[in-house]
């Protein structure tokens, strides 16, 4: 069943503007609500929601700001809307669209963290979306919501919008502080982890848009309200960006713990007449790939990843019977070769590699032993990196490898025949 | 702040229980219990780890993935596996990826036999390889500068020269280009990385894809054999590694000793062993005949310099400096005092032997280390990268990972300015109001006066000791200063006692005499300035500080050489025509004197034009003996080759000489010369060879040397009088020196690092050798009309010396800065205290004009074109680039301005 929270109004024209979006219920009692508690109230308001976050590695977001310490000391908000995940489009329509929940959204995660600096991460290509969030603020510091003493509660908050120069590691969340900083974007190392040093060595939450725009209703509705929704442990509603080989691709709101079948072939049709689904990642890019045998799985956090994947960040991309499952494993470890900060040695090689070995299996010179390299080198790779960008290669591909080893070994056998007939005819044609 | 206090805690590492400190990283504490964990980007001395190359992957119980043990803090009861299959597969696996795209050209590689990643490969490798696919390729090698040769296909991306670019020298120069498997290092624009310090990246690269280029294919690990001793190119005395292959020192290296150097080298350190083996070096005996220097045999020189010192008795001067060991210091004081009846020894020109005396007491002195740990350094008439390199590093180490609030105060814009907290500038010759001024801040007496003397903000005096005397805050109470450690430079004690009386009250204001992790700490001229002078190499001291006959000083020398009242002086490592600051009064003295004999590497001009023989001088490679740190660390000199061609040991030229003066001086042995001495310097006590070992002792530290110091003389002019004397009735521009009011700047001069007789003559350092430039404000430049980069004369009195201008955007106005110690046109021909600058090119017929006669020049210049360009970005001096354009024609274009911009000014 699909959900209305987030998305509520989503294309009632002029909600970014804040007129409308007051008029909606945004920027209302709830977020009179939220300044008016105690910070530890919020939090535990927050973790009782068992609100989950949306970015893709799934922390519990109310733990994550009860890490913060007390104490006066600079601490910051960091919003990360570098959303750069192949098949994740669902934050550039929230930030499009009603850039004010993610601005109020952020405001109840600052007074939860205790930080009066905030900060938008956002990607460079969203330039349209940059310009619409940074006119909300301005819109919004007007209104007296952004700046000094938040409506009359004592509570002071700035926030910025920085644009990213386009790399996708930047979406790590340490690489993101190193890059705001202004710094080459490389991952640190974990810990310290960002709620202790984070932005400037001070303490930092980091969230995804999603997660913040989902606190107002938090909020509005009590963290133990908002659990109804959804299944144990997979709370709340999730925005899913569903592209690939659908008929109605987009993003859509669900209630978490849904058929992923009702997902796929429900809200967005499946794939077109006679054909049928034969692999996709239910997480972006980066989730190891299920099969047409898996559409019953139910689509929350735990199912998923008891099935070996993961939720990520909701992104379902859809391949049907007439793709190469050659094709999509290089399409994955060519944009996460390319990705690759160079920073750790496996993943800096390891995806290299892979590339390598993949376009050897395209152009016919490989043999299905190459096939025991790649399913190695993945496996090197996860878990030793210095951050996950490695192991998002790595599992996909190694999970393609492992599910469809029958067709590579196939694609191998003909693709060298084809190349050795190609070369015979070459040398006859010259003798 | 204050060193930590660690707390011993016991882990299990393979089974093993170890002990070790808390919060170590697990890949040292691991070595507590012999176990060997592989790292490359692992690197203490570079700060944080970065946990970038994964070769230390462990696995520790309770934590389901593998950790990097390199940045993992070891804790009480931790249990770690370093052997079992996992880790081995994550080794084997990172060894595997590291490899697949580096060449393996051992065999034409300089790092092969003593190359980590060999050693890695072989230790924790799978020992097969997989990989058949095409290797990355890049162009190589390429020339990082002159002095480094990079290839980036060995390059395993490790991130330690970077990271040594960035946060330990903080040149920024080296960066990481482009993204994942196309990363290279390189500097900005492709520039050559020159810098002070550039040469460590070779010695932390843990491949070879950076490699020195004066070493290149000159020798294998083995063919090589190696010897410890101490650099004695500056007052820091690196310790040092030398290689040498066929009695000729290939390589420097460092040889870590964080008590000195903290494993860092300078350029010059590394490089300038060239000079050894340089054809321009002094190999021989020399003897004037004729008018030149010719080489005779070691009788003549020696027979002929006896019977010429004898004949003088009485009449013989000496001065010392450089490298001159304690021992050799201790042996031509016996020769001058006992066999020539002399008393007119001087070693630091200018200042008073009771100055040098009273700083030198033991509970004055700081040590190097505790630059890293204080509350408060403040960095005072000198400039550390020049003066004393190595410091430089420490004290920015200090405040980067220490928080040591640091405070600068010079007259000449600093390179650590960047880094202080609060940088305070006085006039040149302003230095003794400045230090009386301070003490009197710190006490509460006059500070506008003497800050007026000494051209400099009175305000900014008084906050300097406010943070003085505030830097370790208070809990509760009122704020403390806590550790604070002054470094200064030597050369401020000139001219007058006010500023070691100054010193020493500022010392006990802030309550740091006699307390732990803080003091003084003096930058001398010479090498060795603290060891010669302990040695008896001064006016009215014999070993050891022990008042004796009063004698003439450096400047009466010159006086009593010009009177004919002295008529002969001995030079060791000295030439007082580069060194000194009154090259025209010395060359006067030297024309005069009947009898010049010298110890000496190079020619230098004073010995070139002067010296009737010239004893060849040792290298420190060549030489035995001990020196004495700044610190007080005495330290051990130990020969790494034979000595080339004619040179003997300078204890047996002495020997000899002193026998040929019917002196029996009983020194047979190195040894013998070094046991001489410490019997005749109290405070040396308990100090032997052996116990030196490689490490040095610092005596202010030890016991039965630091109750042996003498106790100095009260100042007969008493603290007030010499404090008053300090402060000079003018700082202005009132002794105007011959030059007009309207042109004339006040002359502040500085010595770089590169002036040297060894980077003149070593081939990989020519390049960097100073030529002479005449820093200026810009708002001065424009009013003179001179423009950045014009060659210009700059002097007074009719004596002038050529320069190019550079336009500093924070140089003081008012006042220019030119270079001593260089081979042309050192300032030191200068008077000052004004000087005035002619456009060489404009205006030719000024040149050698008397100075006064060239009145409205600077005045017209209002009229003429506007200068076309802007006055050049400013650049940090210390990491000065723009000589590099006498470069080897590998290097393109000057890569002058691209060292980091300490205060962002353009």
């Known amino acids: 069943m699909s959900a209305n929270l987030i998305f509520h109004n989503i294309d009632e024209p002029g909600l970014n503007t804040l007129e409308v979006f007051q008029r909606r219920g945004g920027y209302g009692d709830r977020l009179k609500k939220a300044l008016q508690m105690p910070r530890e109230a919020l939090v535990e308001e927050l973790k009782a929601s068992g609100l989950r976050g949306r970015g893709g590695a799934g922390f519990s977001m109310g733990m994550k700001a009860s890490f913060m310490p007390k104490g006066a000391m600079d601490k910051y908000l960091v919003c990360n809307a570098d959303e750069s995940e192949p098949g994740t489009f669902k934050d550039r329509e929230l930030m499009q669209k009603i850039p004010h929940l993610l601005i109020e959204g952020m405001i109840i995660g600052a007074y939860a963290a205790g930080a009066n600096q905030s900060f938008i991460f956002i990607r460079g290509e969203y330039a349209q979306q940059a310009d619409i969030l940074e006119a909300a603020i301005d819109e919004a510091k007007a209104a007296g919501l952004i700046g000094k003493n938040i409506l009359g509660s004592g509570f002071d908050l700035q926030m910025w919008v920085h644009r990213g120069a386009g790399a996708y590691i930047c979406g790590e969340e340490t690489a993101l502080l190193d890059a705001l900083e202004g710094k080459r974007g490389n991952p640190r190392l974990k810990p310290p982890f960002p709620a202790n040093q984070g932005l400037y060595q001070g303490p930092t939450l980091i969230n995804n848009v999603e997660t913040l725009a989902t606190t107002p209703f938090i909020v509005e509705m009590g963290g133990a309200e908002y659990a109804k929704i959804g299944v144990q442990n997979s709370t709340g509603t999730k925005l899913i960006s569903i592209s690939g080989h659908v008929q109605r691709p987009g993003n859509y709101e669900i209630e978490l713990g849904m058929k992923s079948r009702d997902i796929i072939y429900g809200l967005a049709g499946g794939p077109g007449e006679g054909r049928s689904v034969k692999l996709w990642f239910p997480g972006g890019s980066s989730s190891p790939v299920l099969t047409g045998d898996d559409l019953d799985l139910s689509y929350d956090f735990d199912t998923l990843a008891k099935a070996g994947t993961m939720l990520g960040s909701g992104a379902i991309i859809v391949a049907d019977d007439t793709t190469s499952v050659v094709d999509v494993a290089l399409k994955t470890a060519e944009f996460y070769k390319h990705e690759s900060c160079g920073k750790c040695t496996p993943c800096r090689e390891g995806t290299t590699w892979t590339v390598k070995m993949l376009q050897r299996i395209k152009s016919g010179e490989a043999t299905p032993m190459d096939l025991d390299i790649i399913a190695s080198v993945c496996e090197r790779i996860i878990g030793n990196c210095l951050c996950v960008l490695g192991d998002a290669m790595a599992m996909p591909v190694g999970s393609m490898v492992k599910k469809f080893r029958g067709e590579f070994e196939e694609y191998i056998e003909a693709r060298r025949e084809e190349s050795e007939r190609a070369l015979l005819a070459s040398v006859g044609a010259v003798a | 702040m204050p060193r930590p206090t660690p707390r011993t805690i016991t882990f299990s590492i393979d089974g093993r229980e170890v002990q070790a400190d808390e919060n170590m990283m697990l890949v040292d504490a691991a070595k507590l219990g012999d176990v060997e964990i592989p790292v490359f980007c692992y690197e203490p001395k570079l700060g944080a780890p970065v946990g970038a190359c994964r070769m230390c992957l462990v696995e520790i119980e309770g934590i389901p993935k593998l950790q990097t043990a390199c940045s993992t803090p070891v804790k009480d009861g931790m249990v770690v596996h370093t052997q079992n299959a996992r880790v081995k597969e994550a080794q084997e696996a990172v060894v595997e990826f590291l490899l697949v795209n580096h060449p393996l050209d051992c065999p034409v590689c300089d790092k092969g036999g003593e190359c980590p990643l060999q050693d890695i490969s072989f230790g924790w490798g799978g020992g097969k390889s997989r990989f058949v696919e095409p290797k990355r390729h890049f ?13 980036r296909e060995r390059c395993i991306l490790c991130y330690r020269c970077v990271r040594f670019s960035q946060e330990v020298s903080e040149d920024y120069q080296l960066v990481l280009h482009e993204r994942g498997a196309a990363t290279y290092v390189g500097t900005f624009d492709s520039h050559p990385y020159v810098a002070p310090f550039s040469g460590n990246i070779i010695e932390l690269c843990p491949v070879g894809a950076l490699t020195s280029r004066p070493y290149r294919f000159r020798a294998r690990p083995w063919d090589i054999e190696g010897g410890g001793t101490v650099c004695t190119l500056c007052p820091s005395q690196c310790n040092v590694h030398l290689t040498v292959r066929d009695e000729r020192v290939l390589r420097v290296l460092a040889r870590q000793h964080d008590g000195v150097d903290d494993g860092w080298l300078c350029d010059k350190g590394r490089f300038a062993y060239q000079a050894i083996h340089a054809d321009e070096r002094v190999t021989a005996p020399m003897v004037r005949d004729g008018g030149v220097l010719r080489e005779v045999s070691w009788e003549r020189a020696l027979g002929e310099a006896a019977s010429a010192l004898g004949r003088m008795h009485g009449k013989v001067a000496a001065l010392a400096g450089g490298d001159t060991t304690n021992e050799e210091a201790f042996l031509v004081q016996r020769i001058v005092r006992e066999a020539l009846g002399g008393q007119d020894l001087d070693s630091a020109p200018g200042i008073a032997a009771r100055d040098l005396h009273a700083l030198a007491r033991p509970d004055l002195q700081a040590s190097v280390p505790d ?66 001024g301070l003490a009197a801040a710190i006490y509460g007496g006059d500070v506008d006066g003497p800050a007026r003397a000494a051209g400099c903000d009175a305000d900014a005096l008084r906050s300097l000791a406010e943070m003085l005397r505030t830097g370790a805050g208070g809990n509760d109470g009122p704020p403390t200063a806590g550790d604070v450690v002054i470094l200064y430079g030597q050369r401020l004690l000139r001219g007058t006692s006010g500023v070691a009386q100054a010193l020493q009250k500022i010392a006990g204001g802030l309550n740091i005499v006699g307390r732990e992790g803080a003091g003084l700490l003096a930058v001398p001229d010479a090498t060795n300035g603290r060891g010669i002078a302990e040695a008896g190499f001064l006016p009215g001291y014999g070993p050891g500080y022990v008042a004796g006959p009063e004698g003439r000083d450096a400047a009466g020398i010159a006086d009593g050489l010009r009177d004919g009242d002295l008529t002969a002086l001995y030079l060791l490592h000295t030439d007082p025509i580069r060194d000194s600051g009154d090259a025209p009064g010395w060359d006067a003295a030297l024309e005069k004197a009947s009898y010049v004999v010298a110890h000496a590497q190079y020619l230098t001009e004073g010995v070139r034009e002067h010296a009737n023989v010239v004893f060849p001088a040792e290298s420190h490679a060549e030489k035995e003996g001990t020196l004495t740190h700044p610190d007080g660390r005495v330290q051990r000199l130990r020969p790494a080759i034979g000595r080339q061609d004619q040179v003997r040991p300078e204890w047996q030229v002495l020997n000899d000489l002193a026998g040929r003066l019917d002196l029996d001086l009983g020194v047979l042995t190195g040894a013998m010369a070094t046991t001489q001495l410490v019997e005749a310097v109290p405070f040396y006590a308990g100090i032997t060879l052996n116990a030196l070992g490689g490490t040095g002792l610092r005596w202010p530290a030890t016991d039965p040397g630091a109750q042996a110091f003498p106790e100095p003389a009260a100042d007969p002019a008493g603290t007030d009088g010499a404090l008053a004397a300090a402060t000079p009735s003018q700082g202005g521009r009132r002794e105007n020196g011959g030059v007009s009011d309207l042109g004339a700047l006040r002359l502040g001069t500085f010595r770089s690092i590169w002036a040297s007789p060894e980077v003149e003559v070593a081939p990989a350092l020519k390049f960097l050798a100073p030529r002479q430039k005449v820093e200026i404000a810009p708002a001065d430049a424009e009013r003179l009309d001179v423009r950045h980069g014009e060659a210009v004369t700059v002097g007074g009195d009719g004596i002038t010396v050529d320069a190019v201008v550079h336009v500093r955007a924070n140089a003081p106005e008012g006042t220019v800065f030119l270079q001593t110690g260089i081979a042309d046109g050192s300032a030191n021909v200068l008077g000052g205290p004004l000087v005035e600058i002619v456009g060489r090119d404009r205006e030719p017929a000024v040149v050698g004009a008397p100075a006064a006669e060239a009145d409205a020049e600077p005045d017209s210049a209002g009229d003429d074109t506007v200068p076309s360009e802007a006055p050049t970005p400013e650049e940090t001096d210390a990491h000065r680039t723009d000589e590099v354009d006498a470069s080897p024609e590998t290097v393109e274009g000057a890569p002058a301005d691209q060292a980091h911009n300490p205060e962002g000014e353009a």
């Open chain 2, 139 to 151: 162009e190589k090698p390429l020339a990082l500068s002159p002095l480094i040769a990079i290839d």
């Open chain 2, 371 to 436: 630059l890293e740990f204080a509350h408060t350094v403040l960095v005072l008439g000198t400039e550390p990268v020049d003066d004393m390199p190595i410091v430089d590093l420490r004290i920015r180490k200090g405040v980067r990972r220490n928080r040591v609030k640091l405070a600068v105060a010079t007259s000449r814009p600093s390179s650590l300015d960047a880094n202080a907290a609060l940088s305070v500038r006085f006039a040149p010759g302003g230095e003794a109001a400045f230090v009386s």
